[in-house]
C-alpha cells in the first residue's frame, strides 16, 4: 500500500507565496515522475508540474516563471513553491507519483487526495 499526502494549502492574497509539499510513503520500491496537477471549480484537472527523479521538469505555460517544483528523492517528497499568486491559480491541487509498489514489482500512478489553495483579498 503506498500512501500520497499532500500540506501546506490555504488562503493568500493575491500577489503572495505558497509552498506546497507530498510525501509519498509505504511500500515503494522506487519513485520515477512526481508532479502537480490542478482543479479549479467547474474545470477539469491540468498539470501544473513535473519533475523526474534525475530533476528534469516540465511547466504549464501559465505558471512557468511563478512555481517552482522541487524534489528530494530520499523522502519521496516532491515541492511546489508558489510565488506571484493569482486568483486564477485558485484549486484544488493533487500530488501524482508514477513508481514501483514493492509488494507487487509493478508500476503504477498514485494519486493525493488534494489540497486547496485560494487565492483571494
Known amino acids: 500500500q503506498v500512501q500520497v499526502v499532500e500540506s501546506g494549502g490555504g488562503l493568500v492574497q493575491p500577489g503572495g507565496s505558497l509552498r506546497l509539499s507530498c510525501a509519498a510513503s509505504g511500500s515503494i520500491f522506487s519513485i520515477d515522475a512526481m508532479g502537480w496537477y490542478r482543479q479549479a471549480p467547474g474545470k477539469g484537472r491540468e498539470l501544473v508540474a513535473t519533475?523526474?527523479?534525475?530533476?528534469?521538469?516540465n511547466y504549464a505555460n501559465s505558471v512557468k516563471g511563478r512555481f517552482t517544483i522541487s524534489r528530494d528523492n530520499a523522502k519521496n517528497t516532491v515541492y511546489l513553491q508558489m510565488n506571484s499568486l493569482k486568483p486564477e491559480d485558485t484549486a484544488v491541487y493533487y500530488c501524482r507519483a508514477d513508481g514501483i509498489s514493492s509488494s507487487t514489482m509493478t508500476g503504477m500512478t498514485y494519486w493525493g487526495k488534494g489540497s486547496l489553495v485560494t487565492v483571494s483579498s
Open positions: 519533475i523526474t527523479r534525475r530533476d528534469l521538469t
